[in-house]
């Protein structure tokens, strides 16, 4: 990874702009006319691998912290930073798992399905990949309190890496009141974040964390940050190496802020024209029924990449119409409880590219998609089930077909929102009734009900015979 001001630079997306700034600007957001930025790159001045099978070389290479991330290894695909200023805890060790039983679920052939699990990760969502990069990005800068709004991932990400690294970076969160899962609150709380929790939704959040980094000067982490999504291409990376570097048929991803989608869509774009791929996979981004502001736009009111130049009325109008009936987002699914995502534009590229479908799903399809993906052994919380069930709706659609390699997108470990997963399972109905009946979620479904037995040992032996019966039959 050669030095960085000549090589990589950030500019606005707005082609009427085009505005640029040097890579070690902390603008978020472009200075002339407030679209988003991009990460830009010189390639003809950078040492790009001929072959993608050149980067098989880091993997002898593991006592380098910047080979054993499963980001860093890719570094010459995001060359930004200098190497003596990454961040690394060692993210991004993650598994591309063949998923059978999940394939039969959503009606794939043998072998077709593949979960890309990332769980693993060391705060145990996807959002990682992007913290390494952004908080490289803080480093350059200088930077030392770092700031997110979130519905709990990208908090959790931001709280672990501000304590587990040595550059005195300071956390501070801002979250939705009563809208983040347990297990990521405990997260940011565990970890020592500054935690801010404002009265109102994640879109109200959001809007409170610009004004507050604006003011403070402190360094912005959401995915606004062009340089976190430099760090998530790296999960189209891994899916391509854990793949013997052959592109699948389909990527089917949850989409909330829709940083990851359009990281994927700007990973091909690039990969494509550095001639390291032929073929470039098709891109589902899911929305949940709650929060389907990118349905809406994509599949029912036409709104279209066009070459750069979106009818973004079409997305002001949605909203203005979302304000004045007072509607705001709810879904089971609280990652991606999103309905003003920030990356709408880059999104619209990256489905451009890619050839993408947006589709929405129920909460009900989420906990069902949710408890098959679980029974077929990776654990995952139920914004990432949006994508199984996505890919199950595409396939009913006739859009997959059950000969097409699918991947989906694991974005988060289940241990992350232990409460809708017990409240789908158990036995206890008015916990029930509170997390999704009143949600529209029905009783029925894929649930691994406990069996309640009196504490008698004949009683367990006669029930375990029964169930384990049941269960072979
Ligand atoms: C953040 C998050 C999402 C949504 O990703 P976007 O990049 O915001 O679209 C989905 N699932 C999980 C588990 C997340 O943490
Ligand atoms: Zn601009």
Redesign the pocket.
């Known amino acids: 990874m050669a030095a960085t001001a000549d090589t990589a630079y950030q500019q606005c997306l707005n082609q009427n702009c085009r505005a640029t700034l040097a890579v070690d600007q902390t603008a978020f957001s472009c200075p002339k006319c407030g679209d988003l930025l991009d990460v830009i790159y010189n390639w003809d001045k950078l040492p790009v691998p001929k072959s993608l099978r050149d980067f098989e070389a880091k993997w002898s290479d593991r006592l380098n912290p910047l080979s054993f991330s499963g980001v860093w290894r890719f570094r010459e695909l995001l060359p930004f930073a200098p190497p003596d200023q990454v961040v690394t805890i060692g993210e991004g060790q993650t598994l591309l798992q063949t998923a059978d039983k999940v394939a039969q679920f959503v009606g794939l052939n043998t072998g077709k399905l593949k979960l890309q699990y990332e769980g693993m990760n060391p705060s145990g969502?996807?959002?990682d990949n992007g913290m390494t990069a952004a908080f490289t990005h803080a480093r350059m800068v200088g930077a030392r309190r770092v700031a997110c709004a979130s519905?709990?991932?990208?908090s959790a990400a931001l709280a672990v890496y501000c304590s587990a690294t040595p550059f005195g970076f300071k956390a501070i969160i801002f979250i939705g009141s009563g809208k983040i899962a347990y297990g990521k609150l405990a997260q940011a709380l565990d970890h020592g974040a500054l935690t801010i929790q404002i009265v109102g939704d994640f879109d109200d959040a959001m809007e409170r964390v610009k004004q507050v980094a604006d003011r403070l000067g402190i360094y912005l982490m959401n995915?606004v940050n062009p340089f976190r999504l430099e760090g998530q291409k790296t999960i189209m990376f891994r899916v391509l190496e854990a793949s013997g570097w052959e592109p699948p048929d389909w990527i089917v991803v949850?989409?909330?802020?829709?940083?990851?989608?359009s990281a994927f869509g700007k990973a091909f774009i690039e990969l494509k024209q550095l001639g390291l791929i032929n073929r470039v996979p098709r891109l589902a981004v899911i929305n949940a029924s709650g929060a389907q502001t990118l349905d809406q736009l994509v599949t029912h009111h036409g709104l279209k990449w066009q070459g750069g130049a979106p009818e973004m009325t079409v997305a002001n109008n949605y909203y203005g119409e979302l304000d004045s009936k007072g509607l705001k987002a709810s879904t089971i699914a609280s990652?991606?409880e999103?309905n003003r995502?920030v990356?709408l534009k880059k999104c619209l590229r990256a489905l451009d590219f890619c050839d993408g479908v947006v589709r929405q799903v129920s909460d009900q399809e989420i906990m069902d998609a949710k408890a098959r993906v679980g029974a077929g052994g990776l654990g995952c919380?139920p914004?990432?089930a949006a994508s199984v069930a996505g890919a199950k709706k595409l396939r009913e659609e006739g859009i997959i077909a059950p000969s097409d390699t699918v991947v989906c997108i694991l974005?988060?470990h289940q241990l992350?929102d232990p409460t809708a997963t017990v409240a789908y399972h158990g036995t206890d109905q008015e916990n029930f009734e509170k997390v999704l009946g009143s949600r529209g979620v029905r009783r029925a479904g894929f649930a691994n009900r406990p069996v309640v037995v009196p504490n008698d040992l004949d009683d367990i032996i006669r029930t375990i015979a029964l169930y384990s019966e049941t269960a072979n039959a």
């Open positions: 969502s996807f959002k519905t709990g991932n990208t995915s949850p989409g909330g802020n829709l940083g990851n989608s990652a991606i999103i995502p990356n919380e914004a990432s974005t988060g992350k």
